[in-house]
């Protein structure tokens, strides 16, 4: 939800089929563009492999898509994969941020699955540039069985564009 109008219609680009056998589900990040006072602010909506090969594939092949967009960036999504897990590291190089890490170093942040959480796979990164804009944090629809709308909690951002 957003209270800046859409500038750039969805895009989807498909990420390659799991080559292992493991994961018959097809992968994607998702991009769309809001516009606001300093230009375009790019949102992408990621949901990778849980398969291990195919989820480091996906990060490969998903940095040069995130980086053909110029401009203010965040991602967001289901990673399928721990904070440790190694092809993470590749997101930071790039210069993304995890903004649970930021904001809450020392709290587990579980997202999955919802009727018993147990780990965190459920991600808000940001670039250096929207970085300082994000505000605020927080674990959302996390509230008991009556509460569930998912298998995984959700992640609310909150942006100060000001």
Do not use: C
């Amino acid at each position: 939800m957003s209270r800046l109008p859409f500038a750039d219609s969805p895009k989807v680009f498909l990420l390659a089929a799991d080559t292992t056998g493991t994961d018959p589900t097809v992968r994607l990040v998702m991009h769309t563009a809001l516009e606001q006072a300093g230009g375009l602010l790019h949102l992408f909506n990621a949901h990778f492999s849980y398969s291990q090969p195919a989820f480091a594939a996906n990060i490969a092949e998903a940095l040069p898509f995130l980086a053909s967009f110029s401009g203010p960036k965040l991602l967001v999504g289901d990673f399928n994969a721990t904070p440790d897990a190694e092809p993470l590291q590749n997101l930071r190089d790039a210069g993304w941020q995890d903004q649970w890490q930021r904001f809450y170093a020392d709290e587990p942040g579980y997202t999955f699955q919802s009727f018993q959480p147990q780990i965190r796979i459920d991600y808000v990164w940001a670039d250096a540039t929207v970085e300082p804009w994000v505000k605020a944090l927080e674990r959302v629809a996390d509230g008991g069985v009556n509460d569930q709308v998912s298998d995984h909690f959700g992640l609310l951002v909150t942006l100060d564009l000001s």
